[in-house]
């Protein structure tokens, strides 16, 4: 070292020794010079101290590291390594950042938080799986994972010892290195291993684990479990041993203290129904569960730990009769510590009572006899050489021994219990290699200290001899690497303190023997150990007691008490209460007491190959019983092999305080702790070296600022380092260069530091001169600038002013002559008016004066006028009221006369002559009316009889005719096809104009919903515009601004967000599902290699490729017959048969069709006539009416009125018919008894019948009413002569006297009204009144049945109305409600509510828009599907008549069809034959390679499989069509299956598969998918088939190919992501280094592969370009391109900030300049290739946010305010973290306080943080896959000749 530097000079800050705190720091006031014997010093508080230094008494303090280097990793990383330097560094991590982990060299330091860390979850584990020991923050995962590595990497087994005293968290510590290998690697099959292995935590805690005064879950046992691993490092099995189970604690426990667990949680469960007959109550009830006088935990709940217990045993398969007994044999140990044993008057014997509740208890639950166990509980045998005798004992001695048969009889079920367990986590399969996690106690130390201590720290002396020679090993393991000469480093050898306790006559050995002793005491023990033992330098003998005894171990003295030592050791158990319990009826019970064989190991030890270094210690005789130190001796004997076997990785749990408070640190504690633990023994060993180590590049970037520019010269930076180490360090001995680093000895970094700090000290403040020159001359000009400035503007203000005054004297001279122009002419106005005013006022009094007077003339002329009208009314009332009552007398004499005369005339016998004469008449004209009616009736009969025999001729001449027709043969029969032809193809054309006229009206639906879209859009438009208006509104009340955009944007990210998670949940369920299928395909394979079984399998894909074809009916509609060959059928079949034959519903259904054609007929027949009258009426209409005209009129109406008649009857049939369909479907369909079957067909038969009757009697009267209108023409004719002859009209001479004539001239009488009143009296005194009211019945029927149904749907027009009228109400209640409630709102609010109804009113009408579209698309695919049916019956008939044309003339029609090829366009299909499918798929899919198509159109695989598709289609063979699909899907699988890591296969078959799904779509005949089709390509849709399942199997499949391509780039890109994003330097000379102690120590790298790789941004953005140009080339949507790349940015951003947030030497502010400079490089990629839009860069926003936080002041409360509102992306959890994380790299910079780090944890947050710190780096966005037609026309597509489909034919 250089002579201007000396350590303890002014300013030099120390360490001194401190009562309180063990350490204080101080700073040097005065330099100090050698030999002076005072330092002078000043505390922190800026106390001053004179420090007395002594050569031999009081050294030099030690010194303190500079603050660059506190709070580092890895304590060997500081300059200064002593005890107060790491004691302070732990300090400061684990109060101010709350790290709890820090590295000492190989050793992690783990301090108790007594809090709960979110540092843990499975994002922690995935971020330090793969991840070198140093690069991440100390972590109990890292050493995992360094054991896991190293086991993989090396072949060797592997150690992790976790060891402290009680509380320091060892249990939980060892916890989570197993959930990490757990996790890591988990089980290849389904064993569950890896979960068994956690269960056995819980069952180990409850029987293993109590409460003490340190610790409420302190281990009272020691165990060490081996996680055994396959040649794949997956779990395979565990195996677990167990040392020391403290025993004593079953029968006593101090003060505050509980027993076991076990016991707790039973008596807690104890009123469960299951556990009623152990005979339970509270733990305050028994002795062994009282004794600590506390029986609670705060916090802890026994019953729901008892349930936990309970599961974790069913989890390891141990049965519930097991855990009955096992909970039988706890109890048990509890009545028997509660059995009263009772004194003898004699003091020397005891007894039980048999009345004892507890012994009945205690017998039943174990199963023994009762008398036995009461007998020996008092009594033992003594076994002499010539007799044996029983002795009585004390209630003492029976007291002990009831004790001591408590802990046997537990520690037997402990043994038990662990057995079991190693059993149900064993394997069959061979380990190939394993990992030990050893939970053992600490060293412990208290005011007694007993056998239990003894043995404790016994183990920690062993463990603590292996620790120092495997850190000595290291050292000089890296010494001899770095090939540097070094001395052999004198460390403590603890071998002394090993001998002394187990060497021959040792401690262990005079204990062993003293218990062989009959009467041997503790005492005379305790004489033996001072005699044999006092020249030892590790033993003394306290000076104040003979019976205890001084150990020096490694750690402290411990003194110990030599009472109990013989009794523990001994652990003795009377025999015969032994065989009692061997004798229990239960066989568990029986078992727990059966002996071992003494020799044999565990059953795990055999598999470890190891060598012990020294000679076992002589077993002692058989025939003595193993004492308890010589079985600890052995396991730990044991132990100490497997662990020289395996590579070790130490874990010390430091214990921050005895309080358990949170994060609360005691120096003194950790001191004691840190002493004993070893942790100072590291620090020394490694201060004795070298411990600051730097590598070459490293070293040459930190102080590169001390180089000259001279030495720079050369480019091999190892010898500019060693030119200026030679330069700066004088002393050859302070450094020393390796291979690949240079070793510096203690306080040399500190010293560099310092010189650095210097230079950049003297560069700032040249920089600092330079910067304020230049500022102040700034300054200067901006205020001369300011000067003249102001200047200019003062001079234009006064200028103004002057210009202004002017203008106002110029403007108040006009304002005077307005104003005095306005003064004068109010005056004269309001004078005029004044006047105009009187004037008015005058005249009307004037004028109402007058008024008045006319007005009482007037009155005076009315009274004098009604006055004389009154007094003449009177005079004539009474003249006329005399008069009329001389009139009625008058009368009545008159009246009376003419009555009497009538009475006597009517007695004669005249008059009723006169009475009967009209009635002969009227009888005589009836009879000669039936006459004539009874002729007309036999004329109708003859005409009937006449047509009949007509008819029959015409039939026997067709009969003949048809005769002749069948002989005439071939000739005729093709005549007869081709008119069948014609009419199939007349159907087929009226098929095509129903269709059109479909859709037509489809098209009219469609154009109104669009109008509907387009009002709705009006009405959106003007709510915008209220909304705008009201946001003005809002505006110019307040100046809140930007309300509503945010909370609509929220809810819009919301509805997002929802959408996007149901995306997310159905890609994880489909992600899930192909994971299954993964698996099925898996284990198939595997049973096909294990033994082969013929036969035909089908794979899930087949199958539900097959579930999903049922769209076709099987029934051919050409199969159908007459309906009497229908009943026919039905009487032949049966009713049960007949119910399931389909074809007799289609035979019904033709011959329906067929009455229909007959009716449509027969109504164009009836059209005719119809016209033909009205033609002749219009030529009749210029004659004058006559009776004959009129008569014609009649028969016309008749005519109508029959038609009427007859259409209704027909429609009634048709609905007859309709409800017969429903019925025969619905028995159909049902499946009822064979009675209800015979009803039901019984009735369909007699509908059937009555429906062929009624359509015959309906035949014959179109046939009647056929030749009546005829006759009816005739009629016309002959009346027309008559008339002519007449030329009067007579009624009585009518040649048609029917009744039928004369109700329709009534008819047409009341309809016209043209009759008169002279008709009506003639009709009536002919007799023919009665005829007319009968027709006019009739004619009333028909009304009234008119009349009720329109009154019918007038009265539900008028029931929706009143409905419509009660909603509008309703509608106008709530608007109301609504506008009130409005009103009521303050102005914000009303924009917000209002725009939340009028969302729900849009989404509602939106959401009945999308119900009537699905409506209409649904009847349109039910028109299209019957169009194809009748399609294909067309194409069926096509192709039975070309095979018929073909069959007569084959050769001549094969070379015309050649011909006709040959001449045909490419309609873009492609026809293959079925046994050519197999290599159809094996030539496009499996052997397929994208560099094959790589020069043709993108996706050409997808496209000719469409266009076979199209071919079968075509063809209409479903068949071909399933089974091109199902081969395809499974064919792509397959491929994938077999790449599964080949990101360029499978971005083509994502592409293929996308472009073939799109196809579908595309040509699907949906008129949604066809909108930007050419015409061309409409015409090539499917014709047969809807393809809409297998839409959606592509789609799945699709989703699967994403998210194997995501996994693989995911795969390639993930190793480069942090030395690309964080390590690499993009911006040269910016990052600085600082020391990093164990990191990139050759231990914790791959030696083999050279260390890690190194990635730089440009590495990996060009793998970033080589992925899109991939998926360019494939032609993938770039769409879900884009898709791609925003996950693998998110990928990139979650494992950056992981690392980030997990890694402190990262957490800089350069670090953070160099990430923003690459997430900016990263944004201009996305720019440059078009990708900005695919939302990937804002999935950089947390790093991006992040970079600025650790760029960003961070001091004052401004600064926590401008934090918290610009990282919006990061959680409050994460800038925490950073803060704490953030680490300067010089002296200039300054650290986060710990209050700024508490304002921004205090301040109220407006987001909902995740509960997680890490990111989910597993995380998927949900895919969408956007419809993308393609603009190719498949008649234009080129298959290339290398593709070999020489098979396919182009058609």
Request: hydrophobic share 35%; net charge neutral; charged share 25%.
């Amino acid at each position: 070292m250089t002579s201007e530097y000396y350590p303890y000079s002014k300013f030099t800050r120390v360490w001194i020794p401190d009562p309180e705190d063990v350490w204080k720091a101080a700073e040097i006031v005065k330099d100090y010079k050698e030999g002076e014997p005072v330092l002078h010093l000043q505390l922190e508080d800026e106390t001053p101290l004179e420090y007395p230094v002594g050569p031999k008494s009081n050294p030099l303090p030690f010194l303190r590291n500079p603050d660059i280097l506190v709070g580092e990793n890895d304590l060997t990383a500081l300059s200064y390594l002593h005890e107060p330097a790491v004691l302070h560094n732990l300090k400061v991590r684990f109060l101010e950042p709350n790290h709890i982990y820090t590295y000492c060299g190989i050793v992690l330091v783990a301090i108790n938080p007594y809090d709960q860390l979110d540092i843990y979850g499975e994002e922690v584990i995935r971020a330090y799986s793969g991840q070198n020991m140093g690069d991440m923050d100390p972590h109990i995962f890292a050493v995992a994972e360094e054991a896991y590595k190293q086991m993989a990497r090396d072949e060797r087994n592997q150690s992790i010892i976790v060891s402290g005293e009680s509380g320091a968290g060892k249990t939980v510590s060892a916890k989570y290195a197993m959930r990490f290998f757990a996790t890591v690697g988990g089980s290849a099959n389904d064993t569950n291993v890896e979960e068994k292995v956690l269960a056995s935590s819980p069952i180990m805690e409850a029987i293993g684990n109590a409460k003490t005064t340190r610790n409420d879950n302190s281990s009272r046992f020691g165990k060490y479990i081996q996680i055994g691993f396959s040649r794949h490092y997956n779990i395979i099995g565990a195996n677990m041993r167990t040392y020391l189970l403290e025993k004593s604690r079953v029968v006593f426990q101090a003060e505050d203290e509980r027993n076991y667990h076990i016991f707790y949680q039973l008596c807690a469960s104890a009123s469960l129904p299951e556990f009623k007959d152990l005979g339970l109550t509270s733990a305050e009830d028994f002795t062994f569960t009282s004794l600590g006088q506390n029986i609670f935990i705060e916090g802890v709940d026994d019953a729901e730990d008892f349930e936990k217990t309970r599961e974790a045993f069913t989890l390891l398969g141990i049965k519930d009769v097991s855990q009955s007994s096992i909970f039988k044999v706890v109890a048990s140990i509890l009545h028997l510590g509660n059995i009263e044993i009772c004194s003898e008057r004699d003091g020397e014997s005891c007894h039980v009572s048999r009345d004892d509740v507890h012994l009945q208890h205690f017998c039943r639950l174990l199963g023994v006899d009762l008398p036995q166990m009461e007998h020996w509980l008092c009594h033992r045998k003594l076994v002499t050489a010539s007799e044996t005798y029983v002795k009585n004992m004390s209630s003492q001695q029976a007291a002990n021994a009831r004790d001591a048969l408590a802990k046997h009889i537990y520690a037997r079920m402990f043994d038990w219990i662990v057995e079991h367990i190693n059993n149900m986590l064993q394997t069959s399969s061979k380990q190939h290699s394993f990992i030990g996690v050893l939970d053992i106690y600490g060293f412990e130390t208290f005011e007694i200290n007993s056998f239990e201590q003894f043995c404790i720290n016994y183990a920690n002396e062993k463990l603590q001899q292996q620790f120092n020679s495997h850190v000595f090993k290291l050292e000089q393991a890296e010494y001899i690497k770095e090939q540097i000469p070094w001395t052999l480093i004198d460390f403590y050898d603890n071998q002394p303190c090993i001998d002394l306790i187990e060497a021959r006559l040792g401690i262990l050995d005079l204990l062993d023997e003293e218990c062989k002793v009959p009467k041997g005491t503790d005492q005379n023990w305790a004489q033996k150990l001072y005699k044999q033992n006092s020249s030892s330098a590790h033993f003394q003998k306290p000076r104040m007691s003979n019976t205890s005894f001084i150990i020096i171990h490694f750690a402290d003295k411990v003194e110990y008490q030599c009472e109990g030592f013989l009794e523990k050791n001994r652990d003795t158990v009377y025999e015969e209460q032994i065989n009692i319990l061997k004798a229990s009826q239960f066989q568990l019970v029986a078992d727990l007491f059966h002996e071992k064989s003494d020799t044999a190991p565990p059953a795990k030890s055999s598999r470890v190959n190891v060598r012990s270094a020294k000679p076992t210690p002589k077993a002692p005789n058989k025939e003595h019983r193993k004492t308890v130190g010589h079985q600890f001796r052995s396991s730990l004997q044991l132990l100490m092999e497997t662990l020289n076997a395996t590579t070790p990785h130490y874990v010390r749990c430091i214990k921050p305080n005895d309080n358990k408070e949170a994060f609360s640190f005691d120096s003194r504690r950790a001191v004691q702790q840190l002493r004993a633990c070893g942790v100072l023994e590291t620090i020394r060993i490694s201060a004795a070296g070298y411990p600051s180590r730097w590598t070459y590049p490293d070293f040459f970037n930190r102080y590169r600022v001390l180089v000259k520019k001279s030495d720079m010269t050369t480019a091999d930076k190892k010898l500019v380092c060693r030119n200026l180490l030679e330069t700066l360090i004088k002393e050859a001995d302070m450094f020393q260069f390796g291979k690949t680093k240079i070793f510096f000895r203690a306080g040399q970094v500190a010293y560099l530091e310092k010189l650095r700090a210097d230079r950049f000290r003297s560069a700032c403040i040249q920089i600092q001169k330079t910067v304020r020159g230049w500022l102040a001359r700034v300054r200067y000009r901006k205020i001369r600038k300011s000067a003249v400035t102001l200047q200019r503007y003062g001079r234009g203000f006064l200028a103004r002013r002057l210009a202004e005054f002017l203008r106002q004297s110029r403007a108040a001279l006009v304002c005077q002559k307005q104003y005095r122009m306005v003064r004068d002419r109010r005056v004269y106005l309001r004078v005029r008016r004044a006047v105009v005013t009187i004037q008015a006022f005058t005249r009307g009094m004037f004028t109402r004066r007058i008024y008045r007077e006319f007005l009482l003339h007037h009155k005076a002329m009315i009274i004098q006028r009604s006055v004389r009208g009154w007094l003449q009314r009177r005079k004539f009332r009474r003249a006329r009221d005399a008069a009329i009552t001389i009139q009625c007398g008058f009368r009545r004499v008159r009246a009376k006369r003419e009555l009497k005369q009538l009475k006597i005339e009517a007695r004669s016998a005249e008059h009723l002559k006169k009475l009967n004469s009209g009635m002969e008449n009227k009888i005589v004209q009836l009879q000669r009316k039936m006459d004539d009616q009874s002729q007309e009736f036999r004329a109708q009969r003859d005409q009937l009889a006449v047509v009949n025999a007509s008819l029959g001729t015409e039939v026997k001449l067709l009969q003949k005719q048809l005769e002749q027709v069948r002989q005439q043969g071939g000739a005729n029969q093709i005549a007869s096809l081709q008119e069948e032809l014609a009419k199939l193809g007349e159907d087929l054309q009226g098929a095509t104009a129903d269709r059109k006229r479909l859709e037509e009206e489809h098209g009219a639906e469609k154009t109104g919903l669009q109008l509907r879209v387009e009002e709705l859009e009006r009405e959106n438009s003007l709510l915008k515009s209220e909304k705008e208006e009201m946001n003005q509104k809002i505006l110019q009340l307040t100046n809140i601004t930007q309300v509503d955009g945010g909370d609509a944007s929220q809810r819009e990210a919301s509805l997002q967000t929802e959408l996007d998670g149901e995306r997310q949940r159905y890609q994880n369920l489909l992600k899930e599902f192909s994971r299954l299928e993964q698996r099925y395909e898996n284990l198939k394979e595997e049973m096909l290699l294990s033994k082969f079984q013929p036969g035909h399998r089908r794979n899930p894909s087949n199958q539900s490729s097959l579930e999903s074809d049922s769209n076709y009916t099987s029934i051919s509609m050409s199969e159908v017959g007459d309906t009497e060959d229908a009943i026919q059928q039905l009487e032949d079949l049966g009713m049960e048969k007949a119910a399931m034959d389909i074809s007799l519903f289609m035979k019904l259904q033709k011959r329906v069709r067929e009455l229909e054609m007959e009716r449509k007929r027969l109504q164009a027949n009836v059209d005719k006539m119809e016209e033909l009258a009205k033609r002749t009426d219009t030529l009749q209409s210029s004659e004058p009416r006559s009776p004959t005209s009129e008569q014609e009129n009649a028969d016309l109406a008749y005519n109508n009125l029959k038609r009427e008649e007859l259409e209704s009857e027909n429609k009634k049939l048709k609905n007859d018919l309709n409800d017969l369909r429903k019925s025969i479907a619905e028995r159909a369909s049902r499946s009822d008894s064979s009675n209800e079957l015979q009803d039901s067909y019984n009735l369909l038969l007699s509908q059937l019948k009555s429906a062929n009757e009624e359509l015959d009697a309906r035949k014959e009267e179109v046939l009647i009413l056929r030749t009546q209108i005829v006759s009816a023409a005739q009629l016309q004719e002959n009346n027309q002569r008559i008339q002519e002859e007449n030329k009067v009209p007579e009624l009585n001479n009518s040649n048609e006297p029917l009744d039928r004539d004369e109700a329709l001239k009534a008819y047409h009488g009341l309809c016209e009204s043209k009759n008169t009143l002279q008709d009506w009296c003639y009709l009536n005194e002919d007799g023919e009144l009665g005829l007319a009211y009968q027709g006019l019945k009739q004619v009333a029927r028909l009304l009234e049945a008119q009349l009720q149904t329109q009154l019918r749907q007038h009265k539900d027009e008028l029931d929706a109305l009143h409905t419509q009228i009660e909603l509008q109400r309703d509608d106008i209640e709530k608007k109301t409600e609504l506008l009130n409630f409005t009103a009521s709102l303050s102005p914000e609010a009303q924009v917000e509510f209002s725009i939340g109804q009028e969302i729900t009113r849009l989404t509602n009408d939106n959401l009945d828009l999308k119900e009537m579209v699905e409506k209409l698309e649904k009847n349109e695919r039910k028109l299209k599907k019957q169009l194809r049916i009748y399609m294909k019956k067309v194409q069926e008939f096509e192709a039975s008549q070309a095979a018929v044309e073909s069959s007569r003339s084959r050769p001549e029609l094969t070379r015309q069809v050649t011909v006709q090829r040959k001449e045909k366009d490419f309609e873009g299909m492609l026809e293959y034959h079925k046994e050519d499918e197999a290599l159809l798929i094996k030539t496009l899919v499996t052997d397929v390679q994208p560099s094959m198509v790589s020069a043709t159109v993108p996706c050409l695989p997808a496209y000719i499989l469409f266009m076979c598709i199209r071919h079968a289609d075509y063809i209409n063979d479903d068949s071909k069509v399933e089974s091109l699909l199902t081969a395809t899907i499974n064919a792509v699988k397959k491929v994938l299956k077999k790449n599964n890591e080949d990101f360029e296969m499978t971005s083509f078959w994502l592409a293929n598969t996308s472009r073939l799904l799109h196809c579908l779509k595309q040509y699907s005949g949906d008129e949604a998918f066809m909108t930007q089709n050419t015409s061309k390509q409409n015409e090539h849709c499917l014709k047969n088939f809807d393809l809409a399942e297998y839409r959606q199997v592509l789609s799945d499949l699709s989703i699967q190919i994403y998210q194997q391509l995501i996994k693989v780039a995911e795969a390639t890109i993930q190793p480069m992501i942090v030395s690309a994003m964080l390590e690499s330097e993009s911006i040269p000379s910016l990052a600085g280094v600082k020391p990093m102690g164990y990191r990139h120590r050759s231990s914790s790298m791959d030696t083999d592969a050279g260390g890690p790789a190194s990635y730089t941004l440009q590495a990996l953005i060009r793998q970033l370009g080589q992925f899109h140009a991939v998926m360019q080339e494939h032609g993938l949507d770039p769409e879900i391109t884009g898709q791609v790349v925003r996950q693998l940015f998110h990928c990139i951003n979650a494992v950056t900030l992981n690392n980030l947030l997990l890694r402190k030497d990262v957490c800089s502010w350069s670090t953070g300049m160099q990430l923003r400079y690459n997430t900016s490089q990263m944004e201009e990629w996305l720019r440059a290739n078009n990708l900005y839009q695919s939302k990937a860069a804002a999935t950089l926003e947390p790093v991006i946010q992040a970079a600025q936080l650790l760029q960003v002041k961070k001091k004052t409360t401004q600064d926590a305010e401008a934090i918290c509102s610009l990282c919006t992306a990061l959680s409050t959890q994460q800038i925490v973290k950073i803060l704490n994380l953030y680490t300067p790299l010089n002296e200039f910079e300054e650290r986060v306080t710990v209050s700024f780090i508490r304002n921004i944890q205090n301040r109220p947050q407006q987001r909902s943080d995740p509960q997680q710190l890490l990111m989910d780096t597993k995380h998927t966005f949900p895919v969408l896959f956007p419809y993308t037609p393609s603009a190719l026309s498949l008649e234009t597509l080129h298959i290339p000749a290398s593709l070999c489909l020489d098979f396919l034919n182009r058609v």
